[in-house]
């Protein structure tokens, strides 16, 4: 693949810019992807879009359901185990 700091393209009178195809296929970026424009002192930064929105932990947590007491560590490893085990016995 050519040096991808010396790549060059040109923007169309529509302010379209193509990546060079050797520049999308290293990124693995295909037709359709969301990309977002960053303006730096360096120049324009292109990044995926994230598939989904920044959240916190305390956000998703205060969403969950509390039911009794909370587990001990050997309790939480005895159900993990007891469901891997009855997956397996599926098979």
């Known amino acids: 693949m050519p040096d991808p700091k010396r790549l060059t393209t040109t923007v169309s009178t529509k302010g379209q810019v ?4 050797t520049m ?21 930064l292109l990044k995926p879009e994230p598939a989904f929105s920044e959240t916190r932990a305390e956000d998703v947590f205060r969403r969950l359901a509390r039911g009794g ?23």
């Open 69 to 91: 007491a909370p587990k001990s560590l050997a309790e939480m490893d005895a159900g993990i185990l007891a469901e891997a085990k009855r997956r397996h016995a599926g098979d």
């Open 24 to 44: 999308r296929q290293a990124l693995h970026w295909e037709a359709g992807m969301r990309l977002i424009v960053e303006n730096t002192p360096e120049g324009v």
């Open 18 to 21: 193509i990546l060079p195809k």
